[in-house]
T-cell receptor, first 112, second 116 residues
């Protein structure tokens, strides 16, 4: 069963605007990761945030984690057409040695 | 770029045929995975392995089988393909490490399978 749920399912913005995607999960986690997938390609790891961290930055990416609400957000600032892709959150559950569990993804379209 | 390779990238085959999707990684990762993903949809874990001679079924029931005879190689086989198997299959790997160290996964480019 899927652990993460991204919101919104699809997002369309103008170039230069900020894009915010949210992820909610159900069980306690070890860490949460965000991945990007260009159309027809494999996924690429973007950023990881551990359960004891609240915010993390990487270039134009900003990730927050609220373990009390079991949610995370990914902010892409000053978006570019090249940011057009699907974005997935993935969690590492605390229970057992289980693989990453991916959400359903947010499809981001950045219009030039 | 990750050093994980999938072949073939695209394949169209007839119903009932046996096919093997190849996946190899040169990073020495112990963990390897197969995900199935329909276009624009979520990923479903169908098989994974934590080392040689270790294989497990994932969350999504699949009629495919896998083997892990060598660390770098994790092929997926469909004994008798059906149209319902039409999908993208993504292979991935990650280092053993500790759970807290991340389990970051590195993906191949995917194999698009169409069964007619």
């Amino acid at each position: 069963s899927q652990q993460g749920e991204e919101d919104p399912q699809a997002l369309s913005i103008q170039e230069g605007e900020n894009a915010t995607m949210n992820c909610s999960y159900k069980t306690s986690i070890n860490n949460l990761q965000w991945y990007r997938q260009n159309s027809g390609r494999g996924l690429v790891h973007l950023i990881l945030i551990r359960s004891n961290e609240r915010e993390k930055h990487s270039g134009r990416l900003r990730v927050t984690l609220d373990t009390s609400k079991k949610s995370s957000s990914l902010l892409i600032t000053a978006s570019r057409a090249a940011d057009t892709a699907s974005y997935f959150c993935a969690t590492v559950p605390n229970s057992g040695n289980t693989p990453l569990v991916f959400g359903k993804g947010t499809r981001l379209s950045v219009i030039a | 770029e990750a050093d994980i390779y999938q072949t073939p990238r695209y394949l169209v085959i007839g119903t009932g045929k046996k096919i093997t999707l190849e996946c190899s990684q040169t990073m020495g990762h112990d963990k390897m995975y197969w995900y199935q993903q329909d276009p624009g949809m979520e990923l479903h874990l169908i098989h994974y392995s934590y080392g040689v001679n270790s294989t497990e079924k994932g969350d999504l029931s699949s009629e495919s089988t896998v083997s892990r005879i060598r660390t770098e190689h994790f092929p997926l086989t469909l004994e008798s393909a059906r149209p319902s198997h039409t999908s993208q299959y993504l292979c991935a790997s990650s280092p053993l490490g500790s759970r807290f160290s991340g389990n970051t996964i590195y993906f191949g480019e995917g194999s698009w399978l169409t069964v007619v």
